[in-house]
């Protein structure tokens, strides 16, 4: 998929199309926009009639040359949408100041972006970083074996790195940590410093109910009793039991972005300790235990 900053310079004539207030039920909140040219599109405002109309809306306003639109929508038997709310959106013709704007403001929200460290460029560390590379995460691929780095194709930043830990420590508040090396020691050590950050989001490890256990006592042993209760092990065991790495991989992604996008995740400061764990969470505990 093209960045904002590639589909503004292609096309000299777009719309802006803006969801400003939403009333019930509606596909999309308030704030979000996408952009309509004449025979593309960027972004969605939620799909169905909805984007039918705004979409054939925009493109009148090209053809016609006109500025500026308001749509008041209702989402119900009206335009064959079951929504049952109500949204008003704003569609205006951008100059090369509003597209500078938007780029500026797409680039910052890329700041803002949740990071997620996926430690392990094996088959499923790959597969996980193939389906991050879609979603709106910053996804970071680490191991300190090149070799495997190289094996990558998806667009995600990737680091053959001889001490991964150092990426554990030095990542922001709240991010995500997926540990699934070629060693379990390594896997032991890695989890350990994710888990001693207290303020990750996500701490999974790949392996069964036995290794969390063998974990657990490690940890007891060489770290000082630290606790594991935070810890998701085995990951992505929603039910299924295809070990494929996609497969494994698509339940992974799943259950990572059930947690970053939660309404704790949402509402909780940056850096807060010893955040409750979300029901998500806590099912997964008794079901590894």
């Known amino acids: 998929m093209p960045t904002l900053d590639a589909f503004l310079t292609a096309h000299p004539s777009v719309i802006r199309v803006a969801l400003t207030r939403v009333r019930g039920s509606s596909p999309r909140n308030a704030g979000t926009e996408m952009f309509v040219a004449p025979a593309a599109l960027w972004g969605t405002i939620g799909g169905g009639q909805l984007e039918y109309i705004a979409i054939n809306a925009a493109r009148d306003m090209l053809r016609d040359r006109v500025l500026n639109r308001d749509l008041d929508v209702p989402l119900g038997p009206e335009i064959g949408q079951c929504c049952g709310g109500r949204v008003e959106l704003k569609l205006s013709r951008m100059r090369a100041s509003d597209k500078r704007a938007a780029i500026t403001s797409a680039a910052a929200h890329e700041d803002t972006l949740p990071h997620v460290y996926v430690l392990g460029a094996g088959h499923v560390g ?48 709240g991010s995500a940590f997926i540990v699934l090396t070629h060693d379990h020691g390594l896997d032991f050590l890695l989890t350990s410093a994710a888990l001693e950050r207290a303020d990750a989001a996500y701490v999974g490890m790949i392996g069964s109910a036995t290794k969390r256990a063998k974990f657990r006592n490690w940890a007891q042993r060489e770290c000082g009793g630290q606790s594991t209760e935070q810890l998701i092990c085995p990951i992505g065991a929603s039910g299924s039991r295809d070990k494929r790495p996609s497969v494994i991989a698509a339940f992974v992604v799943a259950e990572v972005m059930a947690e970053l996008t939660s309404e704790t995740a949402a509402t909780a400061p940056a850096g807060a300790n010893d955040a409750p764990l979300t029901g998500q969470q806590r099912d997964r505990k008794g079901r590894s235990a």
């Open 126 to 173: 790959r597969a996980l970083a193939d389906l991050f590379q879609h979603l709106p995460v910053r996804c970071i691929l680490t191991d300190p074996r090149p070799d495997e780095i190289a094996l990558c194709t998806a667009k995600v930043e990737t680091r053959a790195s001889p001490l991964p830990e150092a990426d554990i420590r030095h990542a922001p508040a």
